[in-house]
């Protein structure tokens, strides 16, 4: 079984992403589009059950379920876990933020939960991070984890039209603006996600052409 070494330069690479987050497919869709794949995700494989992120860490969770996905679909694949991380929360809701309001919360729900956790705590008190880990394996197990992350602080209220999860309420200092608020081609430069794909892709680059 090949590893990520010994794929030729220039062989069409199928690339699995494994999710079914529809804006998390979008945004990652968009930041590889330019790359020599085909790109795939869970929506191609409805028969693959759910990996269960039991992991302690974002990077754990990004790792077993892309070392899942490739074993199952014989494809490269990329995971990522990711969350945000609340300073005046002690990390909270870090890896269960997708869970954060429960299983079957609204994106609004779990922000609604956070702000309603941090009523009182004062502008200055609300540092916050979105950090992003994302793994690549091979069918045959090799897998190799990056992490990056996007600091910030938590609004009072939600702001903005764009993007999904906690966006509304993640103040991006560098922009005066919410994740929210940003243009989505923005966004895709700058994110945690964004910043976790820059790395994935030089890892990624390797199987190509000069």
Partial sequence: METLKDRKKG??????????NPGKLREIEAILA???????SLKNFPDIPDIVEDGTTFAANAGKKASAIACLTRRLAIADDSG????????RPGIFSARFAGNEATDQERYQKLLDEMLGIPDGQRQAAFVCAIAISSPCGETQVVEREIRGWITFAPQGEYGFGYDPIFFVPEF???????????????????????????????????
Avoid: Q
Avoid at 34 to 40: A, C, E, T
């Fill in 11 to 20: 062989a069409t690479i199928e690339l699995v992403i494994a999710t079914r």
């Fill in 34 to 40: 330019h790359l020599p794949l085909k790109l795939l």
């Fill in 84 to 91: 945000l991380t609340v300073e005046a929360l002690k990390g």
């Fill in 176 to 210: 005066g603006k919410t994740m929210a608020e940003l243009e989505p081609e923005v966004k895709d430069r700058i994110s945690h996600r964004a910043r976790a794909l820059e790395k994935i892709k030089l890892i990624l680059s390797k199987f190509f052409p000069p």
